[in-house]
């Protein structure tokens, strides 16, 4: 019996798929297991309450927000989605009475502690957009983290579309 990573899907998907090759189905079924287990015990980041600002017809940019936790701390240092040519890592900040975006490097994570990504701060910015996006989709977007060691952590996660007036809090007026 053997376990392979299969090298043929992984590049197309950004995640690893495990192939088992054997002739008793208990050990099959244990090695999987085990194997997801261990896969599952690497994660040392947490991602709650993704969501993903909607669009307008031939709109080309919004952002992504949540609230990202590592156990061990790290850093976001860069993302990606199929739905947009060009992902940053982007803050807000005031300068004098401006509001101004500029795309960083990454965010540190401090250990245990949740950092939030919001409109007006920490977000991850989705550009060159190749369709426009609905409420009621869903995003997926790639967030890669570099813990202390140099380890890089990628966490998929599936970000609903919701609306402005949703996102922000505020009522129609």
Known sequence: MALRLCTQ???????????????????????????????????QTTVKDPWVRGTVANQKATGMFAQITSTSG??????HS??????????????????????????ELPVG????????GYHVMLMD??????????VPVTLVIEGASGKRETVEV????????DSSGHKKH
Do not use: W, Y
Not at 14 to 43: C, D, H, N, S
Not at 113 to 120: F, I, M, N, R, Y
């Open 113 to 120: 502690k949740a950092v939030e990504l919001k409109p007006g």
């Open 82 to 107: 199929p739905v947009a040519g060009v992902v940053e890592i982007h803050e807000m900040v005031m300068d004098g009475n401006i509001m101004k975006m500029r795309a960083i490097p990454g965010i």
């Open 9 to 43: 899907c992984a590049p197309l998907r950004k995640t690893q798929f495990i192939q088992i090759e054997g002739r008793f189905p208990m050990q099959k079924t244990f090695v999987l297991l085990t194997a997801l287990l261990a896969l599952g015990a690497q994660a």
């Open 129 to 138: 957009l190749k369709q426009e996006l609905k409420v009621g989709e869903s």
């Open 158 to 165: 599936k970000a609903p579309v919701k609306a402005l007036a």
């Open 74 to 79: 790290g850093k976001l240092v860069s993302a």
